[in-house]
C-alpha cells in the first residue's frame, strides 16, 4: 500500500496515514496488539539492469511471506539500503512494489541510500533539514525513524540537528512507549569487519538522548545483515536480517593486511522481523523467506498436548476456557 498514505508535515516531520484507521482495530474499546513487519538491506541494484536479480527476487520472496502472515502486520518498516547505489529507477521500482503491498511501507534511509534520488521518487515523505526522518503516532506507539546517513561514508553519523531533533520528538511524547527505527545499529555487533568503533562520536551522541527517556522500549536497526540483539542505553537494540544475502556469522577479529579467506557473505535465506507490541511490552521475532519441511501440524492427534499446555498455562481446563469465552 503506498497511495492511500496521507502525510502531515506539520511542525515536527510526524506523518499521519490510511494505517491510523486500518492498523488498530478495536474490540470492546481495548486495542489489539500491533504487528510491525521490518525489512532492511534491499540493495535493490546491485545487479543493474536485471530484472531478475538476486536481490529483487529474494525481496519478492519476503513480501510474499509478510503478506501471507496470520495475523497480517499493520504495517512494514523498510530500515535503510532500500538501493545499491541510490538510483532513482530503483527507488521507482520499489514504490511499485511497495505498492502492491497490503499494508502501509514507511521507508528510511542506509548508507547506500541517496537522499536526492529517494526524494525524487517518494517526495511525500517527510524530511527534517533535509534529512529523512519523522514520526508514525500508531495506536499506542510512537515510532520515530530516524536518518543515520552520512553520504559517502560506510558507518552511521546523526548530528546536533538530527540529535535535537529525536529530543524534541521523545520530549514531546510524555509516557507513550516509543519504538526507534535507525539503520545502522549503535552497539559493537562482533562483526569485526562491520561493526562500529567503541567511541564513535555518533553513537554518544544519540544515546546521550536516548538514555534520558524510558519510554523508549526498543531500538531496531538493519545494517549488519544479521539478527542481533544487545542492551544499550536502557533499552534494548534489536537487528534485522537483510532480505540480500547475509553476512556470515563470524566472531573473530579480521586483520586488514592479512587475508584470510573466511567466509563474509554468504546465501542464507532472506530474512525479515516481526515485532509484536502486546500491550506492555514489544516482542521481536526473526524469520526467514524459505521453504521448511513441516514436521508436525495441529492435528486431533497433537490436541490433548494443546489442550494439556494451556490448562497448565491458564489454570483452568481448556474447555472451559472455551466455554468462558463463548459466554461474555
Known amino acids: 500500500m503506498w497511495a492511500d498514505m496521507r502525510y502531515n508535515r506539520g511542525g515536527t516531520g510526524s506523518m499521519d496515514s490510511a494505517i491510523q484507521s486500518s492498523a488498530i482495530r478495536r474490540s470492546g474499546g481495548r486495542s489489539e496488539p500491533l504487528l510491525i513487519a521490518q525489512i532492511t538491506d534491499i540493495h535493490l541494484g546491485f545487479d543493474a539492469g536485471n530484472p531478475l536479480e538476486m536481490n529483487r527476487t529474494r525481496l519478492d520472496a519476503v513480501l510474499r511471506e509478510i503478506a501471507a502472515s496470520k495475523p497480517a502486520p499493520h504495517i512494514i518498516v523498510a530500515s535503510g539500503d532500500l538501493t545499491e547505489a541510490g538510483v532513482a529507477d530503483d527507488y521507482r521500482t520499489l514504490r511499485e512494489l511497495f505498492a502492491r503491498c497490503p499494508v502501509p511501507v514507511l521507508p528510511m534511509m542506509g548508507n547506500h541510500d541517496l537522499r536526492d534520488s529517494f526524494r525524487q521518487v517518494f517526495p511525500e515523505v517527510p524530511t527534517h533539514d533535509g534529512f529523512v526522518q519523522y514520526v508514525v503516532d500508531q495506536g499506542p506507539l510512537r515510532l520515530i525513524l530516524l536518518d543515520t546517513l552520512e553520504e559517502g561514508r560506510h558507518g552511521g553519523a546523526f548530528c546536533e540537528t538530527r540529535a535535537r531533533w529525536l529530543e524534541a520528538r521523545l520530549a514531546e511524547s510524555g509516557d507513550r512507549p516509543v519504538v526507534i527505527f535507525m539503520h545502522h545499529p549503535p552497539v559493537q555487533t562482533g562483526i569485526d569487519w562491520m561493526t562500529i568503533a567503541a567511541d564513535e562520536p555518533w553513537v554518544a551522541r544519540v544515546e546521550g538522548v536516548i538514555s534520558r527517556y524510558s519510554n523508549v522500549v526498543a531500538v531496531l536497526a538493519g545494517h549488519i545483515h544479521r539478527p542481533i540483539v544487545a542492551a544499550w542505553a536502557g533499552t534494548r537494540v ?25 567466509p563474509m557473505i554468504v546465501a542464507e535465506p532472506p530474512g525479515y522481523g516481526l515485532h509484536l507490541w502486546n500491550g506492555q511490552t514489544l516482542i521481536s521475532h526473526y524469520g526467514v523467506a524459505d521453504v521448511h519441511p513441516v514436521l508436525a501440524s495441529y492435528t486431533p492427534q497433537l490436541q490433548p498436548m494443546v489442550q494439556d499446555f494451556l490448562e497448565e498455562r491458564d489454570g483452568m481446563p481448556a474447555s472451559a476456557k472455551l466455554a468462558e469465552t463463548a459466554t461474555r
Do not use: Y
Request: glycine residues 4%; proline residues 16%.
Open 238 to 262: 534489536s537487528v534485522c536480517p537483510s532480505t540480500a544475502p547475509q553476512v556470515a556469522l563470524d566472531l573473530r577479529e579480521i586483520d586488514p593486511a592479512s587475508p584470510d579467506g573466511r
